[in-house]
């Protein structure tokens, strides 16, 4: 064991997935030319109601999630926001089967979060509301049909580093994909 001087600096793995995980995003986006600037997230920490089913978000466990759409409603300035992960993805696929355009969704990233599991006969993940907890849908992993519970019950848990996913399905169940492969099916059927 090699012993660190004590002015060192000390970085998390999350930490530096997060960066990472930025500073990707800021490449791709340099390579592709394009230059359309995307709204951030916000927090959903003040009494917002879910959009799919009025529940009060911060009343409530488990993953939230944020859609902007490029036509958003005129009585809205901002996203649409939601209470879980599952009423996140429904929401969304009921308003493009209408013919609106998602700009962008985000959802609570665990790998970026120190989170809780608590319960022990039905487990539930602890939410977290900061503008900060969120990362855009296309850089996520979920783990979906877990034992863990979230506000609507069964949901999806995201994560930005996938081996955080497979460690969490290795020990609540589930399987791993990336975000942006979600259908309608599979959000159906973790509902079920």
Known sequence: ????????????????????????????????????ELPAAIS?????????????????????????????????????WFCSGTCTYTYRFDREDEGWNPRVTYLTDYTAVSYDVSGDSEPSISAHLSADAYVQESQLFVVAGSDVLGAMGPDVIPFSDEDDAEEFASEYGGSVIAAADIDRELIDSVRA
């Open 1 to 36: 064991m090699v012993d660190q001087p004590s002015d060192q600096l000390s970085v998390s793995r999350r930490s530096v997935v997060t960066l990472a995980a930025g500073g990707l995003t800021l490449a791709l986006a340099g390579c592709t030319g394009e230059s359309e």
């Open 44 to 80: 959903l920490d003040d009494g917002q109601s879910c959009d799919a089913c009025g529940m009060v978000i911060e009343e409530h466990p488990g993953p939230t999630g944020q859609v902007f759409f490029e036509d958003e409603p005129a009585d809205r300035d901002g996203p649409a």
